[in-house]
């Protein structure tokens, strides 16, 4: 988000262009929603994580080549962090794994709060934990 306008998907080549030209030297908001619901709709967990993204200012030539390579389309904002277009990317401030798609450290928390998931078990059990089971 940037300037309170969600930035989604892009339809074509020119709404690309135009995400990129108004994220360019400025800074801007990924922000991600995770729920955990059981299959009966009652929620277990649920948040929003932030994090903010400074681009560096792109050349008219840089912001066309990279629309050229084809790698922001379909993307959200116009770019992928994790690939091609990190070039961009000149800080983030908060959860890199947010901004590529989901924060895995929130998503790790919210799974240990819950006792779905014992992480790293030093016995080498199942990490399932005991007080979460498929039939809960």
């Not at 360019?24 to 995770?34: A, N, P």
């Not at 690939?83 to 947010?98: L, Q, W």
Request: charged residues 30%.
């Amino acid at each position: 988000m940037i300037d309170k306008v969600i930035l989604g998907k892009h339809r074509d080549e020119g709404e690309a262009k135009s995400m990129l030209l108004r994220l360019s030297g400025r800074e801007h908001q990924v922000i991600t929603g995770t729920s955990i619901v059981k299959p009966k709709k009652e929620i277990l967990y649920s948040e929003c994580v932030e994090s903010k993204v400074k681009f560096k200012s792109l050349a008219p030539l840089e912001v066309e080549g990279y629309i050229k390579a084809s790698e922001p389309m379909d993307k959200a904002g116009g770019y992928e962090a994790q690939g091609i277009g990190a070039f961009m990317i000149e800080k983030i401030h908060g959860s890199y794994t947010n901004v590529v798609g989901l924060s895995l450290s929130h998503l790790t928390d919210a799974f240990k709060k819950l006792e779905i998931l014992r992480p790293f078990a030093k016995d080498g059990s199942n990490s399932k934990s005991k007080k979460y089971t498929e039939e809960n």
